[in-house]
């Protein structure tokens, strides 16, 4: 077991002899043995050690006798291991240090210490920067690559003259000297506080900082000078103050580091990074300009800070003991940084965007037979890729989704109380999920509530099977029951479940808009439960969508929502409209109700106004879409929602004085957007008009965008759809000179909406040449192209044909497979598509897939769901919107 590390590395700015980028170090760690052995296992990847005598490390003991002689020493490569073989045994109960020096290579794949290069006034500049999580700590130095493993750093960084070095702690002394020649300032930190290897975090940049001061915290933003100079740090270090004081007095912890630094880096893979006391973002997430950002990039960016922040306590204080329990990491993570911009922010209303960005968001994933539970078991987790795997969907949304409903059956002030107890007991050390679940079950029990079952019980059928129920209302006979809602309802879960796919279900309903509290649904079914029987009385179960499951309803029922929408829609809160779409249109799929009642819970949209409604339909419609853009129900389908949302449009058109004012909502800001996208997708008159006029004046006036920030990806993609080579080379030239990267990142989607497939096949060819596409945006920008439906077959060949190159050149372990071949896939709905993706998969066996080995059979599974259902739906869909789009009285 490690205690301390002592670690100096020496990043080179300039390439040497080679064209490399390298750096040197040394390392020594002091561990204490705990058992007699003659075998140390300590990780080491990609690093040239030098050789002593023949061996790849030196040995020496800290108390005690010395230790017995090395025997030989060699590189695992599988395992990542560098194997330290003994003449004798170490003796139990005393500390050894063992000695490494090495060199690697500062490369530019985003893992481990790795490079990151941009250009500020016309010179190319570099950045050392790291990523250690979940497994590259051991690229940058041999250690004890595990979360379980923690230990105290201490670092010393070597640096070039002019650059300023950080880490997890404070820098505690600065001096400059001369290395073989070289002239280089050394910067020494003080000691990190015990903390597993995935968290440390070493940077050596010419970046700028701003700060400010939080009960004695020093809180620093850090980015490129310009980006300082222009003040684009200032909203983060707005928000980080009140954030962290919110998460102090939340966890009842103070927090436990003297300073709080955020960067903001020009190669990221992840968002962000929780580096203990020194996080890592993309500059997108952190940096923000009121003049060219829009408010969802402020959003962002505050919740975005929020989350890593809620780290520094659940996760960096306390931590899981294996990835096999990431979830409770990041679901963590991801609920309470809904809480902590909430308390930034009070005007936003952001804890009711957690339905649609998590829950809606998760069901879609964990509805397929190939989904998995929560939490895996220890020993199927081993290898990085496998670790890697883990950080999806069901981890971060459905986790967070779940946490959520528990702390609203428990009542916030059970669950926060359970969680503070949690904290301080474990403080420095680590855990595994049960441990947690104890903690809330004390609070329970201090505070008499009652539970149908204790807080185990009730949990782990949440998270070790995965899926979730579709709860089923008759409110003619008052019966109550639960089922395993799968989208394909023939398919069959890869997994067998101990607990039966039957969940402890909290149900919170209304009738007729009055709330009615809460039962508890334990078994297959609750019989005649009196309350439910209603007459002419309409229900309507799980309130502001809190537990983690879809509602069905007899057919009388559903047809009395449907009039309660048309006739008075606010009678019902806004979460539980778009609920209503989302579940309809789910239910649907998995052929529990009728397609056609789906699409009826749209109809009465030509009155909505609020955001989440028409999100919710606009996401369940996009299905629509990726499935009938090939086909002749695409005319009857445009013309049906281009009576509905021009409504919307004339509505915001109204209230911003024709589009001169901003709306005052945060959400309602969203909903605009949603307007003029609509609008001109479906060819609402004036409104291509509108958004090409926008574009062209900029073109005149480049110097000058007047487009607002909130409006720009719209805008953008609305004029370049219209346009030709002309609009899309402007759009291009543009990206290029962004100097914020949230702009850059409007232009890089709105350049795949082009209708043109020559521009399209140059823009894919782009995302291979990092100097063109950051690597960190190549994948994103092909599913962007991907979802155009003009670039969807050139973008699903691009992959397949250069498949072997981006797997190699983008890293084995890369993120974002997954979201790539998830990305090119979503539109497949024939036979001849399916047989494509399943030769796919045999052409590539040998090299596999990496982290995208379970999105690529979500894809099969997708493509044949998608075959059967156009096979079924296609022509009463077609009818329906037929029969809907019939002129009604105009407008």
């Given at each position: ?306 989350h890593e922040l809620a780290h520094m306590w659940f996760g960096n204080l306390v931590t899981l003991r294996w990835w096999n329990e990431v979830w409770l990491n990041e679901g963590f993570a991801s609920y309470v940084e809904y809480l902590g911009a909430d308390y930034a922010e009070p005007s936003w209303n952001i804890k009711d965007l957690m339905v649609l960005n998590d829950v809606h968001r998760v069901f879609a994933i964990d509805a397929l037979a190939s989904s998995h539970p929560l939490s895996s078991k220890e020993e199927e987790i081993n290898k990085p890729e496998q670790i890697n795997e883990l950080f999806d969907a069901i981890s971060y949304s459905k986790g967070a989704s779940v946490l959520r409903m528990l702390s609203e059956f428990l009542t916030e002030d059970v669950f926060v109380r359970g969680l503070r107890t949690y904290l301080k007991d474990f403080a420095y050390s680590n855990t595994v ?53 799968l989208l394909d309802p023939d398919s069959i879960p890869d997994r067998p479940s101990d607990y039966n796919y039957e969940w402890y279900i909290p149900i919170r309903w209304m009738k007729s808009g009055v709330p009615q509290g809460q039962f508890w649904l334990l078994t297959d079914i609750v019989t005649n439960n009196i309350m439910i029987v209603t007459g002419a009385d309409w229900v309507l179960a799980n309130i502001n969508v809190t537990g983690y499951y879809r509602v069905n309803y007899d057919l009388d029922n559903w047809n009395r929502l449907l009039v309660q929408l048309d006739s008075n829609h606010q009678v019902i809160p806004a979460i539980n409209r778009a609920q209503l779409v989302d579940d309809a249109f789910n239910l649907a799929r998995a052929k529990k109700i009728n397609t056609t009642l789906a699409l009826s819970t749209t109809k009465y949209l030509s009155n909505e106004r609020d955001y ?280």
């Amino acid at each position: 077991m490690p205690d301390t590390y002592n670690v100096t590395l020496w990043p080179r700015l300039e390439p040497g002899e080679l064209g490399l980028y390298i750096f040197t170090g040394n390392s020594i760690v002091i561990f204490r043995c705990l058992k007699e052995t003659d075998l140390i296992l300590i990780h080491s990847n990609k690093l040239n050690l030098t050789l002593f005598d023949g061996f790849h490390a030196k040995l020496h003991a800290m108390d005690g006798p010395a230790p017995p002689a090395i025997k030989k020493t060699w590189l695992q490569k599988e395992t990542q291991f560098l194997v330290v073989q003994l003449n004798g045994n170490l003796i139990a109960g005393i500390s050894y240090g063992l000695y490494t020096q090495f060199q690697g290579e500062l490369a530019d794949d985003l893992a481990g210490f790795y490079r990151s290069e941009y250009y500020e006034d016309g010179v190319k500049k570099i950045v050392a920067t790291s990523q250690m999580h979940p497994t590259h700590a051991r690229k940058t130095f041999p250690c004890f690559d595990e979360p379980a493993i923690k230990a105290i750093f201490h670092i010393t960084l070597i640096h070039q003259r002019g650059t300023v070095a950080l880490s997890n702690g404070m820098d505690i002394e600065t001096v400059n000297t001369t290395i073989n020649g070289t002239a280089v300032t050394q910067t020494r930190f003080e000691p990190s506080k015990k903390m597993s290897t995935y968290l440390l975090a070493l940077i050596v940049s010419d970046y700028d900082f701003i700060e400010s001061e939080e009960d004695k915290v020093l809180i620093r933003i850090w980015a490129r000078k310009k980006a300082i100079a222009d003040r684009h740090g200032d909203y983060a270090l707005n928000v980080t103050g009140p954030v962290l004081k919110f998460f102090e007095s939340y966890y009842n912890v103070t927090y436990p580091l003297s300073k709080s630094d955020q960067i903001a880096l020009p190669d990221f893979y992840f968002g962000a990074m929780e580096n203990w006391g020194l996080i890592t973002y993309r500059e997108t997430n952190l940096l923000y300009d009121p003049r060219i950002s829009s408010n969802a990039n402020k959003e962002r960016t505050a919740s975005i800070i929020a989350h890593e922040l809620a780290h520094m306590w659940f996760g960096n204080l306390v931590t899981l003991r294996w990835w096999n329990e990431v979830w409770l990491n990041e679901g963590f993570a991801s609920y309470v940084e809904y809480l902590g911009a909430d308390y930034a922010e009070p005007s936003w209303n952001i804890k009711d965007l957690m339905v649609l960005n998590d829950v809606h968001r998760v069901f879609a994933i964990d509805a397929l037979a190939s989904s998995h539970p929560l939490s895996s078991k220890e020993e199927e987790i081993n290898k990085p890729e496998q670790i890697n795997e883990l950080f999806d969907a069901i981890s971060y949304s459905k986790g967070a989704s779940v946490l959520r409903m528990l702390s609203e059956f428990l009542t916030e002030d059970v669950f926060v109380r359970g969680l503070r107890t949690y904290l301080k007991d474990f403080a420095y050390s680590n855990t595994v999920g049960s441990d947690l679940w104890d903690h809330l079950q004390r609070a329970v029990n201090e505070t008499n509530t009652i539970l149908p079952s204790t807080v185990h019980e009730i949990m782990n059928r949440w998270v070790l099977q995965m899926g979730f129920p579709v709860v089923t209302i008759n409110t003619k006979t008052g019966d109550v029951s639960q089922q395993h809602f799968l989208l394909d309802p023939d398919s069959i879960p890869d997994r067998p479940s101990d607990y039966n796919y039957e969940w402890y279900i909290p149900i919170r309903w209304m009738k007729s808009g009055v709330p009615q509290g809460q039962f508890w649904l334990l078994t297959d079914i609750v019989t005649n439960n009196i309350m439910i029987v209603t007459g002419a009385d309409w229900v309507l179960a799980n309130i502001n969508v809190t537990g983690y499951y879809r509602v069905n309803y007899d057919l009388d029922n559903w047809n009395r929502l449907l009039v309660q929408l048309d006739s008075n829609h606010q009678v019902i809160p806004a979460i539980n409209r778009a609920q209503l779409v989302d579940d309809a249109f789910n239910l649907a799929r998995a052929k529990k109700i009728n397609t056609t009642l789906a699409l009826s819970t749209t109809k009465y949209l030509s009155n909505e106004r609020d955001y989440l409604p028409w999100e919710s339909a606009l996401d369940n419609l996009d299905y629509f879409f990726l499935m009938f853009d090939r086909t002749e129900v695409y005319g009857p389908m445009q013309a049906y929602l281009r009576n509905q949302v021009v409504h919307l449009f004339e509505y915001f058109k109204q209230t911003t004085s024709n589009w001169t004012k901003i709306p005052e909502g945060h959400t309602d800001q969203y909903n605009q957007v949603n307007a003029i996208r609509m609008a001109c997708s479906t060819g609402v008159d004036g409104c291509e008009e509108l958004t090409t006029g926008w574009y062209n004046e900029w073109r005149q006036h480049p110097a000058n965008n007047t487009i607002h920030p909130n409006l720009r990806t719209t805008v953008y993609c609305s004029a370049i759809a219209a346009g030709g080579v002309a609009e899309w080379d402007f759009g291009w030239e543009m990206f290029l000179n962004a100097s914020l990267a949230s702009e850059a990142e409007k232009l890089r989607s709105a350049l795949a909406c082009t209708k043109q497939p020559w521009l399209l096949n140059r823009y894919l060819e782009y995302t291979l040449d990092p100097t063109k596409i950051r690597k960190q945006d190549a994948t994103s920008t092909i599913v962007y192209i991907a979802n155009n439906v003009v670039g969807q077959p050139l973008a699903w060949d691009f992959v397949r044909v250069r498949w072997e190159y981006i797997f190699t050149e983008y890293g084995a372990s890369s993120f974002s497979f997954a979201e790539l071949i998830s990305g090119v896939t979503k539109r497949l709905s024939t036979k001849f598509e399916l047989n494509q993706l399943e030769q796919f998969k045999e052409d590539n066996i040998q090299g596999g897939f990496g982290s995208g080995t379970l999105a690529l059979e979500q894809s099969i599974e997708r493509t044949k769901a998608n075959i059967k259902w156009l096979a079924a739906n296609q022509k009463q869909v077609k009818e329906w919107f037929e029969n809907e789009s019939e002129p009604k009285e105009n407008f």
